[in-house]
């Protein structure tokens, strides 16, 4: 059983730069396809980015892509989302998920991953 934990979410400004990170246990994070999603109060999950387990495919949703950049750290089993120029419309909580499968249309969208963290928050001040 895969567990997550998100850390890093915080109170920033708009225009600012922020890290937050996804830690795995009970397995190794490589061979899984993770993804980023978040959620705003009252509204549906949003597809951020996804990176397939292969390594060889990283997808970003279209609001985020040229800002946003998501990589691996594979020696500390977690991931990293680096979240640049952040707008107070991402303001939420930003979840990670790993999923068995690949492909964009598989990783975009929640039903495909099995496991989700419980959150860390990111506010954007306007």
């Known amino acids: 059983q895969v567990q997550l934990v998100e850390s890093g979410g915080g109170l920033v400004q708009s225009g600012d730069s922020l890290r937050v990170s996804c830690a795995a246990s009970?397995?190794?994070?490589?061979?899984?396809?993770v993804g980023w999603f978040r959620q705003a109060p009252g509204k549906e999950r949003e597809f951020v980015c996804a990176m397939s387990w292969s390594g060889g495919s990283t997808y970003y949703g279209d609001s985020v892509k040229g800002r946003f950049t998501l990589s691996r750290d594979n020696a500390k089993n977690s991931v990293i989302l680096q979240m640049n120029n952040l707008k107070p419309e991402e303001t939420g909580v930003y979840h990670c998920?790993?999923?068995?499968?690949?492909?964009?249309?598989?990783?975009?969208?929640?039903?495909?991953?099995?496991?989700w963290g419980r959150g860390t928050q990111v506010t954007v001040s306007s």
């Open positions: 998920a790993a999923a068995p499968g690949i492909g964009r249309d598989y990783l975009a969208t929640p039903p495909g991953y099995g496991y």
């Open positions: 009970g397995g190794t994070l490589s061979t899984y396809s």
